[in-house]
C-alpha cells in the first residue's frame, strides 16, 4: 500500500533515469550559481591583472621564396646540382634559418649583444619577464637599484663569446620559422618589444638567410673550381703519356700509320667489328644447315626431309602430288589399275615427283653456294680489318696491345676533354649569381600587439574559471553527506518520505504581534503550509499499514538537534486538532526535551510510574493549549535501558494503547544511546527524523538498519527544509510541486 502512496510522486524520477535530463543540470547550475560566477570572476580578474602587467609584444614576418627553377650558367650543366624541394629539404632550409651559425652573423650585425631586450644580460629597464619577476620586484621595491654594468670597460674574449652566445638564445626563442601551407614559402617571423624592432630584426634574419645562400654557392663553386683545375694537370700527363705509348708500340712494330690520327675512330671500330660478327654468324649458320643436308644424304634421304624447305615451290609440288594421290585412290575404288583413268593420273604423279626431285637438286646446289658466298664474306671483313687495323703483319697478341693501348689514349682524351669543358663552366658559375632564395615579402612594423592576446586570453580565463567552479561545484555537491530529494530517501534507504517540514523563523512564526511555536502555529492557522504538511504526515503514516493503523508511534532521529520532539508534539497536536484523543509520553530519560516545552521537567513522570512509586493517571498533564494529554519524563534515574526494558513499560504501553486513540512516544536519538531500540519493540510504528541537508547518509542509515524490524519504519521525515534551496532541485525535490506558486493559493501563512 505504502508504494501506491509513491507512485504519482516518483512517476517523473522514474522517466528521468532513462535519458539526458536537461533540467536537473539548470537546477544544478541554480543552486551552485554563487560558487561558480565567484570561481569565474577570479580568474577573469587574475587574467585581468596578468594582461594589464605584461608588455606587449610585437610580431613581424617576412616571407622567402625557394626558387624551385634550376639555373644553368651558360646552358651547361652545373657543377653544384641543386637539390629537389621536398619536404625534408624545405624542413632542413627551416633549420638552417633557426641555426645557431646564422643567427651568430644577425646578432653581430645588428650588434644585439649591447641591445636591453636580447643581450646576453637581457637588462630589460623597467621590464619583467614574467609574473614571478614581477612579483619579486614588488618585494624588492624598496631595494637599492642594481649598479649598471659598465660596458665601456674591455672585455675579455670569453666573456664576448658567452654574451654573444647568450644573445643568440635569446633571439632564437624571438624567432619562429614555418613554411606558408604547401608552397615553396618560408614564414620568418620575429617577435619583439618594440613593432620597429621586430619588422628590422625579422628582414635582417631573412637577408642572412639569402645571403648564406649565395656564399655556400660561391664557396662551393670556388672549391670545385680548384679542385678540377688540380684534376686537369692530371688528366692532362695522363693523355700525353698514353698518346705517346701509342706511337712508340707503332715504331717498334714498323707498322703504316703509325701516327694516332691514322687509326680509326672508335665508331667506325665498332661498326666494323659488328659486320664481322654478322658475317661470322651467317657463315656458321649457312654450314650448320650444310651438314645437316650431309648427314640426311648420308642416310639415304634427300633434301624435302630437311625442316625449313617445306614452304615455297617444294611445298606447292607436296600438296600437287596429295591431291594426286587421293584422285588415284578414289578412282581404283571404281575401276582397275589398266583403266585410262588411272594411267593418265598415275603419269601426273610421276611428273610431279620428277619436279621435286629436280627442286631439290637446286635447293641443295644453293646450299653450297650460299655457304661458299658467306665464308667468302667472312674472309673479306676479317681481311679489311686487318688491313685498317695495321696488323696485317702481327700476331693476335700483338693486335691486342695496340688496341688496348688506343682505347686508353681514346678515354683519357675524352676525360681530359670533359673536365677542361666543366672547368670553364665552373669558372663562370663562382661569378654567377644563381639566387635559388629569394626575399618576396619584406616584414613591415606592425600595427597591433600579438601578445598578450587580451579577447583570447579572457575567453580561456571564462571557459577555465566556469569549468573549475563547476567541477567544484559538483564536489561541494558530491562531498555534501545530508540528503535533499525523496529519491535519495528511497534509494539510499529503501524507505519512503512521509513528508518535508519547511524551516521557519521567528517572522514566519509570529501572528499578531505573537512568536508562536512549531506545535501552536497549526492551531492559529489551520490553512497554513505547516498544517497541510503535518497532515500529509499523519495520512502518511496511517497508509503505512492501512490493514491496521498504527496508534502507537516512535519518533526518533539519528543525532540530536533534527527537531523530533518539536515535530513529535506537532503531530500530536494536529491529530488532537483532528478530533482524536492523543497522548504525548517523553521517552526521552536522559534529555527530556518535549517536557521542558510543557514546562513538567520538574513533575513526576514515566521514570516515577515504572519504579511504581505513583499511579498513572495521577502524573498524565492535559494540555488546554494543544487539546492534548502529555506524559512527562520524571525523575532521574541512572539506569533507563532497565526501565525501559521492563514488564511494566510493556503493560503501561498495552493500557495506553485502550484509553488513546493515538499515542505518540518521543525518544532519544539512535545514535547516542540503545533507548529508542528497546521502545521500537512496543511501538507500531517508527517516524525517522532527518534534517534536509545536514545529518550524514551514513549516519543515517546505521541508525534504521539497528531498529528492531525494517518494517517498523515507516518512513523518513525532512524537517528544517529550505524551501528556496530545495525548489533548485527540481522535480526531484518534495517542495517542487507543493512550494510553487500555483499552489500557494491554498495556503493561509
Not at 536537473?24 to 594582461?51: C, D, S
Not at 700509320?257 to 660478327?277: E, F, H, I, K, Y
Not at 499511579?615 to 519524563?633: D, R
Request: aromatic fraction near 6%; hydrophobic fraction near 40%; glycine fraction near 6%.
Amino acid at each position: 500500500m505504502l508504494k501506491r502512496l509513491d507512485t504519482q510522486r516518483d512517476a517523473a524520477p522514474a522517466e528521468a533515469d532513462g535519458g539526458f535530463d536537461l533540467q536537473g543540470y539548470v537546477n544544478f547550475v541554480w543552486r551552485q550559481w554563487k560558487l561558480i560566477a565567484g570561481v569565474t570572476a577570479l580568474f577573469l580578474l587574475v587574467a585581468a591583472v596578468e594582461i594589464a602587467r605584461t608588455t606587449p609584444l610585437y610580431t613581424a614576418s617576412a616571407q622567402l621564396l625557394l626558387d624551385p627553377r634550376k639555373e644553368k650558367a651558360g646552358g651547361q650543366d652545373a657543377i653544384m646540382t641543386d637539390a629537389a624541394l621536398d619536404l625534408p629539404t624545405i624542413e632542413s632550409q627551416i633549420a638552417i634559418i633557426r641555426s645557431s651559425a646564422l643567427l651568430r652573423r644577425v646578432v653581430e650585425k645588428e650588434r644585439l649583444v649591447d641591445d636591453p631586450e636580447f643581450g646576453g644580460a637581457r637588462a630589460r629597464v623597467g621590464a619583467s619577464d614574467g609574473l614571478l619577476d614581477r612579483l619579486r620586484g614588488l618585494l624588492a621595491r624598496n631595494a637599492p637599484p642594481p649598479s649598471a654594468p659598465d660596458r665601456s670597460a674591455p672585455k675579455s674574449s670569453s666573456e664576448a663569446s658567452a654574451e654573444t652566445t647568450a644573445a643568440v638564445e635569446n633571439v632564437k626563442l624571438a624567432v619562429a620559422v614555418a613554411r606558408a601551407g604547401q608552397a615553396y614559402v618560408i614564414n620568418v617571423s620575429f617577435t619583439s618589444s618594440d613593432r620597429e624592432k621586430a619588422a628590422r630584426l625579422a628582414n635582417a634574419v631573412a637577408d642572412a638567410y639569402v645571403v648564406d645562400k649565395l656564399d655556400a654557392r660561391f664557396e662551393a663553386a670556388r672549391r670545385a673550381s680548384a679542385w678540377l683545375s688540380d684534376r686537369l694537370v692530371e688528366l692532362r700527363q695522363q693523355l700525353r703519356e698514353s698518346e705517346e705509348a701509342v706511337a712508340r708500340f707503332r715504331a717498334e712494330n714498323n707498322l703504316s700509320g703509325s701516327t694516332p690520327g691514322a687509326t680509326l675512330n672508335q665508331d667506325q671500330l665498332s661498326q666494323l667489328n659488328g659486320r664481322l660478327v654478322q658475317a661470322r654468324a651467317e657463315a656458321v649458320d649457312k654450314k650448320a644447315r650444310l651438314e645437316t643436308l650431309q648427314k640426311i644424304e648420308a642416310r639415304g634421304g634427300n633434301i624435302t626431309q630437311l625442316p625449313d624447305v617445306s614452304n615455297g615451290a617444294i611445298a606447292e609440288l607436296r600438296r600437287q602430288a596429295n591431291d594426286l594421290s587421293r584422285q588415284e585412290a578414289e578412282l581404283l575404288a571404281r575401276y582397275n589399275a589398266n583403266h585410262p583413268s588411272v594411267v593418265n593420273l598415275r603419269a601426273q604423279i610421276t611428273d610431279v615427283n620428277r619436279a621435286i626431285g629436280a627442286e631439290a637438286q637446286q635447293l641443295a646446289a644453293n646450299m653450297h653456294n650460299e655457304y661458299e658466298l658467306a665464308r667468302a664474306r667472312q674472309e673479306a671483313v676479317e681481311r679489311t680489318l686487318r688491313e685498317v687495323t695495321g696488323a696485317n703483319d702481327l700476331d693476335n697478341t700483338k693486335a691486342i696491345t695496340l688496341r688496348e693501348l688506343e682505347r686508353t689514349a681514346a678515354v683519357n682524351k675524352s676525360l681530359f676533354e670533359d673536365f677542361l669543358q666543366r672547368e670553364r663552366v665552373t669558372q663562370e658559375q663562382s661569378t654567377f649569381e644563381a639566387r635559388d632564395a629569394r626575399i618576396i615579402t619584406p616584414a613591415l612594423a606592425p600595427i597591433t600587439p600579438t601578445s598578450p592576446k587580451t579577447m583570447q586570453t579572457m575567453l580561456a580565463a571564462l571557459i577555465l574559471g566556469a569549468m573549475a567552479g563547476t567541477l567544484g561545484a559538483y564536489a561541494l555537491e558530491t562531498f555534501n553527506a545530508g540528503f535533499t530529494t525523496p529519491r535519495e530517501i528511497e534509494d539510499f534507504l529503501a524507505l519512503p518520505l512521509l513528508a518535508s517540514i519547511s524551516r521557519m523563523d521567528q517572522r514566519e512564526l509570529s501572528v499578531n504581534g505573537v512568536v508562536l511555536s512549531i506545535p501552536e502555529y497549526p492551531l492559529a492557522k489551520p490553512l497554513s503550509r505547516l498544517s497541510e504538511a503535518l497532515r500529509s504526515l499523519r495520512s502518511a503514516i496511517q497508509m503505512s499499514d492501512v490493514d491496521n493503523p498504527p496508534k502507537v508511534l516512535q519518533f526518533t532521529s539519528t543525532i540530536p538537534g533534527e527537531g523530533k520532539s518539536t515535530l513529535a508534539i506537532a503531530l500530536a497536536g494536529s491529530a488532537a486538532q483532528a478530533g482524536q484523543k492523543v497522548l504525548v509520553i517523553d521517552g526521552d530519560l536522559r534529555r527530556p526535551s518535549a517536557s521542558r516545552y510543557f514546562g513538567a521537567d520538574k513533575s513526576l513522570g514515566l521514570v516515577d510510574c515504572l519504579v511504581g512509586a505513583v499511579e498513572l493517571q495521577s502524573v498524565i498533564i492535559y494540555s488546554e493549549t494543544l487539546k492534548l494529554w502529555f506524559l512527562p519524563a520524571g525523575g532521574k534515574t541512572q539506569n533507563p535501558p532497565d526501565l525501559l526494558l521492563s514488564e511494566r513499560l510493556k503493560t503501561l504501553v498495552a493500557s495506553l494503547r485502550e484509553q488513546f486513540d493515538l499515542v505518540v512516544i518521543d525518544t532519544p536519538p539512535m545514535g547516542p544511546v540503545v533507548d529508542p531500540l528497546i521502545i521500537s519493540n512496543l511501538v507500531d510504528k517508527v517516524v525517522f527524523i532527518v534534517r534536509w541537508a545536514s545529518t550524514a547518509r551514513e549516519m543515517v542509515a546505521h541508525s534504521i538498519e539497528r531498529l528492531s524490524g525494517h518494517k517498523k519504519v515507516a518512513g523518513v521525515v525532512f524537517n528544517h527544509t529550505i524551501d528556496s534551496q530545495a525548489q533548485k532541485y527540481g522535480k526531484y525535490a518534495y517542495s517542487y510541486y507543493y512550494g510553487g506558486r500555483y499552489y500557494k493559493k491554498y495556503y493561509t501563512e
